[in-house]
């Protein structure tokens, strides 16, 4: 029987099949992945009730607390959250150039919900040994629940395809949205990069570094 997830005070988790943050061995074993089309529960109205929609944002408050892993195990003094990497990826979908084919408020909505399962199963990385399908069985399993807490109906629905299609890269969209998930990082790292260096020659190396990745 699984574990119950604390989310809220008033609200636990006790379908989901793992606890967030665990880390495993490299001879863990997982189920093999099935991901079934997500379908939005019926519903009269496309927008949530108040207390539903309360209690969803209570639980994406998560993702402003929890910090990027990766920055995290590497040291970095006051690393970014998991929003605000997803913040500025939305930001970078509303200035890019107009591209043809390419729906920008799809962009821009892919990337402020692209991570938002990780408001339960937290910042998984490489480092942690786990399996990319066990990874995404999880992160399916958070979302779902997560649309459930959203009381179904379209708007779960309508950010549930948002997240598969960018999981799946399927469209135009999802894969340039997948190249902003990239370019901020490298931009993240550039900055705490350069805050780092106290001597001209310091920085003067980190910018020959710099610009040998183009």
């Known amino acids: 029987m699984s574990k119950s997830i604390s989310l809220t005070p008033s609200l636990t988790c006790t379908h989901l099949r793992f606890l967030p943050f665990q880390t495993f061995s490299s001879t863990t074993s997982f189920p093999p992945p099935q991901f079934p089309r997500m379908a939005a529960e019926s519903s009269s109205s496309s927008s949530p009730s108040a207390a539903s929609a309360i209690d969803f944002l209570s639980l994406c408050h998560r993702l402003k607390t929890t910090k990027r892993e990766g920055w995290v195990r590497r040291q970095v003094e006051n690393?970014?959250?998991?929003?605000?990497?997803?913040?500025?990826?939305?930001?970078?979908?509303?200035?890019?150039?107009?591209?043809?084919?390419?729906?920008?408020?799809?962009?821009?909505?892919?990337?402020?919900?692209?991570?938002?399962?990780?408001?339960?199963?937290?910042?998984?990385?490489?480092?942690?040994?786990?399996?990319?399908?066990?990874?995404?069985?999880?992160?399916?399993?958070?979302?779902?629940?997560?649309?459930?807490?959203?009381?179904?109906?379209?708007?779960?629905?309508?950010?549930?395809?948002?997240?598969?299609?960018?999981?799946?890269?399927?469209?135009?969209?999802?894969?340039?949205?997948?190249?902003?998930?990239?370019?901020?990082?490298?931009?993240?790292?550039?900055?705490?990069?350069?805050?780092?260096?106290?001597?001209?020659?310091g920085k003067s190396w980190a910018s020959e570094i710099a610009s040998r990745r183009k």
């Open 79 to 201: 690393p970014e959250s998991i929003s605000d990497h997803m913040y500025r990826m939305g930001l970078m979908a509303l200035i890019s150039a107009d591209i043809p084919e390419i729906n920008r408020d799809k962009c821009i909505k892919m990337a402020i919900v692209h991570d938002i399962a990780e408001a339960i199963v937290g910042d998984i990385t490489p480092d942690d040994g786990i399996p990319k399908h066990e990874k995404n069985r999880r992160e399916r399993e958070a979302l779902e629940h997560m649309c459930k807490l959203l009381g179904g109906g379209q708007r779960a629905k309508e950010i549930a395809d948002l997240w598969m299609e960018y999981e799946e890269n399927s469209t135009p969209e999802a894969k340039i949205v997948k190249d902003f998930d990239k370019v901020e990082m490298i931009l993240q790292a550039l900055e705490y990069e350069k805050g780092k260096f106290q001597t001209e020659l």
